[in-house]
């Protein structure tokens, strides 16, 4: 594998699931860039930036720099996110979500990919998450592709079968066209991630910022297709709580990765 011109991603994954509901997010920070002839590494000037975040949670709404944040507790009003004693309300906490996603002015633009699956998900013999997973990698495969640049990749940790399913995409991942079929006249072909490092790694979110944002992120996503299903609880109806994903600012979102969706959200039906 040669090094692209355009340098090195750093995708970071995490989902959100349910038995009916299964959500996936997956954004590149930039690990090494090219400039006037010099490559540097960029990944601490993202760093930096979301420190400065969380640093900015802090001030604004009491929650420590070092408590891991999850989306599913802090929807719930749970988590002891006020001070790191003290619980939000509901209605506290709906409204700090928001400003936590309206906020994230330290990734990239274009660089969150999500995808939205059910348990009725199937692509190419991947069902419910590893179907969503699926559909993630493909789209990261395009983005980096398209960019002349090489992956890689960090997972939560708790789901071995991802480092399966990414290790198989290396070298085989079957991928359909939007015009119904390839040159070939074939529906697949195969377009394996032959630009990603050879292994996924696994990251424990207590001890990485990104995989928290991912977090945040996926559920968020989660909880809008609950919305659209209608499948929320009457609480988190009461809060509007399936517009949350619509609060993260759209230039940081790459809508270029389904042109069949406003805010380029994958929909694995």
């Known amino acids: 594998m040669q090094l692209g011109d355009g340098g090195v991603d750093i995708y970071y994954i995490d989902e959100s699931a349910d038995p009916n509901v299964f959500t996936m997010i997956g954004f590149a920070i930039p690990l090494l860039r090219k400039a006037d002839g010099i490559w540097t590494f960029r990944w601490d000037d993202h760093l930096q930036g979301v420190r400065k975040w969380r640093r900015g949670l802090r001030q604004k709404h009491g929650i420590p720099v070092k408590k891991e944040l999850h989306g599913v507790k802090l929807a719930a009003g749970r988590g002891r996110y006020r001070f790191g004693t003290q619980q939000f309300t509901r209605p506290a906490a709906a409204a700090v979500y928001r400003d936590i996603l309206s906020s994230i002015d330290f990734l990239p633009e274009s660089s969150i990919i999500a995808v939205a699956g059910t348990r009725n998900s199937n692509l190419y013999g991947a069902t419910k998450l590893e179907a969503t997973l699926h559909a993630l990698l493909q789209r990261m495969r395009t983005a980096t592709k398209r960019t002349a640049r090489n992956g890689m990749v960090f997972f939560d940790e708790g789901h071995g079968e991802y480092r399966t399913l990414y290790r198989k995409s290396l070298v085989y991942l079957p991928t359909g066209s939007d015009r119904g079929n390839w040159g070939s006249g074939n ?44 499948a929320l609880t009457p609480w988190q109806q009461q809060l509007n709580l399936g517009d949350l994903y619509s609060f993260v600012p759209r230039k940081y979102l790459n809508t270029k990765a389904s042109r069949f969706d406003p805010m380029g959200i994958v929909r694995r039906a």
């Open 187 to 230: 529906p697949t072909q195969n377009l394996p991630m032959d630009n990603f490092t050879k292994d996924g790694n696994i990251k424990q979110s207590h001890a990485d910022l990104f995989i928290q944002v991912a977090d945040m992120l996926s559920y968020a996503l989660a909880l809008k297709v609950k919305s659209e299903i209608g």
